[in-house]
């Protein structure tokens, strides 16, 4: 599992700067394949308590989330743990595109995301270093 870089970025103020993410105050919450489920809990906090009022999810090309399904990973977890997960999600996915539209429309429909939100989901590609919008919403 090489590269696990998926990333949410959470803009606290006014802009999300890609070009010069330094220079704004960006909350980057990290997971494996930048998953929005996993997210939220982190994201009610940086809204409520930081002041974040955008969020830009970013999934990246040639992500080791691609590379496995939740059953071969319950497989190797039954062998090396001992441990069934059962029915257990662990979120990998097949299509990149699709993983970004879906976890915009999760957060777009999360009652714990603020009203007026404006969510961005992006692929970067680790090849050329472009980010491409794949969708965009705002939380209604
Ligand atoms: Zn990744």
């Known amino acids: 599992m090489a590269r696990l870089r998926g990333f949410l970025g959470?803009?606290?103020r006014s802009h999300w700067c890609l070009t010069r993410p330094h220079r704004s105050d960006a909350h980057v919450i990290r997971?494996?394949?930048g998953r929005a489920?996993?997210?939220?809990?982190?994201l009610v906090?940086?809204?409520q308590l930081l002041g974040?009022?955008?969020?830009?999810?970013?999934?990246?090309?040639?992500?080791?989330?691609?590379?496995?399904?939740d059953s071969a990973l319950a497989k190797i977890?039954?062998?090396?743990?001992?441990?069934?997960?059962?029915?257990r999600k662990f979120l990998p996915f097949g299509d990149l595109?699709?993983?970004?539209?879906?976890?915009?429309?999760?957060?777009?429909?999360e009652p714990l995301i603020m009203k007026?939100?404006?969510?961005?989901?992006?692929?970067?590609?680790?090849?050329?270093?472009?980010?491409r919008e794949v969708s965009r919403a705002v939380k209604a």
Not at 77 to 87: A, F, P, R, S
């Open 10 to 12: 959470a803009a606290v």
């Open 31 to 33: 997971n494996a394949g």
């Open 37 to 42: 489920s996993e997210a939220v809990r982190s």
């Open 45 to 47: 906090i940086s809204q």
């Open 52 to 69: 974040t009022r955008e969020i830009v999810i970013v999934h990246h090309t040639d992500c080791g989330m691609l590379t496995f399904t």
């Open 77 to 87: 977890i039954k062998d090396n743990l001992g441990v069934d997960v059962g029915d």
């Open 97 to 109: 595109d699709a993983s970004v539209r879906e976890d915009v429309d999760l957060l777009a429909n």
């Open 116 to 131: 007026g939100t404006p969510i961005a989901g992006l692929v970067y590609d680790v090849k050329t270093g472009a980010l």
